[in-house]
């Protein structure tokens, strides 16, 4: 007869495996990119800039006295897990151990608007220009 505690076993270890390795995927697949280009153009760019590369106001105004993250930038953003950007785009900088300087949009926008958000930012990141040819 087969041990009842081995199919436990099995069924945590399956779990874990889809927490562990398989969370971020399903997480950005919550949002949709489109509806979360147009809030982030609303709502973030004036900080982040057009295409997620930081500071959006160039030469005009002054950057704030804190480093923006180039969210464009793919090696920065697989070091970012979607629940920690869900969290500091609902609760702002401060709720995470960042800047008071960074908002908590949760004010503005519901979960859903969030996700959204977080997808065209993964979208951001995943964009790859071709290599140039080299001119000889």
């Avoid at 950005?28 to 982040?48: F, I, M, N, P, T």
Wanted: aromatic share 8%.
């Amino acid at each position: 007869m087969a041990d009842p505690r081995r199919g436990v076993d099995l069924c945590a270890a399956v779990a874990w495996g889809i927490i562990a390795f398989g969370a971020p995927a399903l997480a950005a697949e919550k949002g949709d990119a489109a509806r979360g280009q147009a809030l982030y153009v609303e709502y973030c760019s004036q900080c982040h800039g057009g295409r997620g590369e930081g500071w959006g106001w160039g030469e005009k105004i002054p950057p704030p006295p804190v480093p923006i993250p180039d969210l464009s930038n793919a090696e920065h953003m697989r070091q970012l897990s979607d629940q920690y950007l869900f969290e500091i785009i609902k609760e702002g900088g401060e709720a995470v151990g960042k800047t008071r300087l960074m908002p908590a949009a949760g004010r503005v926008m519901n979960d859903g608007a969030i996700w959204d958000v977080i997808a065209y930012l993964r979208s951001l990141s995943r964009r790859v220009e071709a290599p140039r040819k080299q001119e000889r």
